[in-house]
Nanobody, 123 residues
Framework: QVQLEESGGGLVQAGGSLRLSCAASGRTRNSYNMAWFRQAPGKEREVVARISWGGRSTYYADSVKGRFTISRDNAKNTAYLQMVNLKPEDTAVYYC????????????????WGQGTQVTVSS
């Protein structure tokens, strides 16, 4: 069992930056893949980025490539999502997800989820 808690969301102007954090607790001794998803009102949850346990394998959605960076510090049981040059279309609730086996981009295949943190980008 892994519990996840996101933090770092807030209100920023277009072009601004935010860094989201995802702290894992519970049974974190096993390796696990981590990912960030987001969901805007009226839209389906979509993958933003993912990262493997060792951090050498990453994936980014086309909409955020070049602007977002996913990273992790396993010693701190924490993953991060650095977001720069934010756009109004980035406005959504951002969720952290983890799984001991799955490392893809499908939300329904991840076992563990945080409660989400709101990111609002004003125009």
């Amino acid at each position: 069992q892994v519990q996840l808690e996101e933090s770092g969301g807030g209100l920023v102007q277009a072009g601004g930056s935010l860094r989201l954090s995802c702290a894992a607790s519970g049974r974190t001794r096993n390796s696990y893949n981590m990912a960030w998803f987001r969901q805007a009102p009226g839209k389906e949850r979509e993958v933003v980025a993912r990262i493997s346990w060792g951090g050498r394998s990453t994936y980014y959605a086309d909409s955020v490539k070049g602007r977002f960076t996913i990273s992790r510090d396993n010693a701190k049981n924490t993953a991060y999502l650095q977001m720069v040059n934010l756009k109004p279309e980035d406005t959504a609730v951002y969720y952290c997800a983890a799984d001991e086996n799955y490392s893809g981009t499908r939300a329904y295949d991840y076992d563990y989820w945080g409660q989400g943190t709101q990111v609002t980008v004003s125009s």
